[in-house]
């Protein structure tokens, strides 16, 4: 595998940006790459690039220290300092105002016309595209990163890399938000979406330009590698993803147990074990999210979660007045967790019940309208056992969607 894929990096790069400043933006430890290994090989592929830097496109996630990027990149403190030193780590900053740069904006009547039935004015006004202000510090953007089915764009990768990865707070508030409005059920797995269109509409304002190289993961290993401009690059990769990363099943299923892998540290990224399990859980049924290795809600977001609890869609937009100042990305993560439902005279229904298997306590989990099971009382081989009378269990969740057959 790894000669098959040097070969298609040194065929899509090499020769690309002699003399040139790079800024490589990658993904954190929170998706599915072989990235210590790209890392290595794009450094070796880049060498005669006049400088080159790696920026973690965040978004709203925590940033990581020293220890936490050298893990994430693969190397030891000797590397780091040796061999590696005159390569760039960064951090995005999405919420430090000194690092954002304005390039551009989305009137409200273009978000309406991105949202067309969606659009509700919950939205809010005109939207500007701010950016990491780092990048005109280089002269060319690449983009390294996987694709899966997303929950928010409909499938991830490519431009998701600049708006929310590197970008200011709202975009990644709005983009959220209006992916909230259609559904997680409409668009996770939908190539084409309101969501994707505003990214695309942003993307176009950065002033530098972008090359993508889309990677399509399948079991550890690369199944398919892009290289080429920001939009063909990941078109095909999501092409791909869609073969590889959707289960198609004959029915639904009453009980889901979802293992949500130690990678999602906290629910505002194990939520995915819900995003991707959904569609295949009957009416009334329960998905049960297991993280053993589980104790946080959201080190970014965790007040505003607590402050208003996992709900249906409608739940807030009914009583929009009450929630309008809770920040749009938090309630996005709400309706995403909570999955599809209604609000009728004050009473919220939900499609099915989310419950939570994890450190976190059942007064929390009620606290935030989930519910609870102790961890400790799950042995997943036991529940495998039980997969013919209508319990599925999926051992590793998050990335691979499963859809009902029509």
């Known amino acids: 595998m790894e000669d098959g894929v040097r070969e298609v990096f040194y065929r899509g790069l090499a020769g690309r940006f002699v003399g040139e400043r790079v800024l490589v933006l990658i993904p954190d430890h929170t998706r599915t790459i072989p990235l210590p ?39 030891s403190k000797v590397e780091r300092d040796g061999r590696y030193r005159h390569v760039g780590l960064l951090n995005h900053a999405w919420q430090t105002e000194d690092a954002l740069l304005q390039i551009g904006t989305l009137t409200q009547p ?11 004015p919950s939205l809010g006004g005109d939207v500007p595209v701010r950016i990491n202000r780092r990048i005109l510090d280089y002269d060319h953007v690449l983009i390294l990163g996987p694709t899966f089915p ?7 990768g490519g431009a998701k890399y600049l708006f929310p ?26 190539k084409e979406n309101p969501v994707r269109t505003m ?31 920001l939009m063909s690059a990941w078109s095909a990769a999501v092409d791909l993803s869609a073969e590889r990363h959707i289960k198609w099943c ?24 819900m995003y991707k399990l959904e569609p295949v859980v009957a009416d009334g049924g329960e998905l049960i999210i297991y993280a053993p290795h589980l104790n946080e809600i959201s080190i970014t977001h965790g007040e505003g979660i607590y402050s208003v609890g996992y709900h249906v869609l409608p739940y807030f937009l009914n009583q929009w007045e009450r929630f309008k100042d809770v920040p749009l990305s938090v309630l996005a993560h709400s309706c995403h967790v909570r999955g599809d439902g209604r609000f009728v005279d004050g009473v919220e229904y939900p499609r099915i019940r989310v419950t939570l298997a994890s450190k976190i306590g059942a007064a929390d989990c009620e606290r935030l309208a989930l519910g609870y099971r102790d961890p400790a009382e799950i042995d997943v081989v036991e529940w495998v056992d039980r997969e013919d009378k209508g319990v599925l269990v999926v051992r590793k969740a998050g990335e ?3 859809r009902l057959m029509k």
């Open 37 to 75: 290994f790209l890392f290595r090989l794009l450094v070796e592929v880049l060498a005669d690039t006049g400088r080159l830097d790696f920026m973690v496109a965040l978004g709203t996630h925590p940033p990581l220290n020293e220890g936490e990027m050298l893990r994430l990149v693969g190397l």
């Open 150 to 156: 997303h929950e928010v764009a409909g499938f991830s």
């Open 165 to 190: 990865g590197i970008s200011g707070p709202e975009m990644i508030n709005a983009s959220h938000w209006l992916g909230a409005l259609m559904g997680v059920m409409n668009i996770i797995g939908v």
């Open 250 to 273: 004959e029915r639904p299923f009453q009980t889901v147990l979802s293992c949500a892998p130690p990678m999602y540290d906290e629910l505002w990224t194990a939520g995915k074990a």
């Open 110 to 120: 273009r978000m309406q016309e991105i949202a067309g039935d969606l659009w509700h």
């Open 199 to 229: 990214i695309h509409a942003a993307a176009e304002m950065v002033p530098r330009p972008v090359t993508l190289a889309a990677l399509v993961v399948e079991k550890e290993g690369l199944a398919g590698v892009f290289i080429g401009d």
């Open 400 to 402: 691979v969607l499963y």
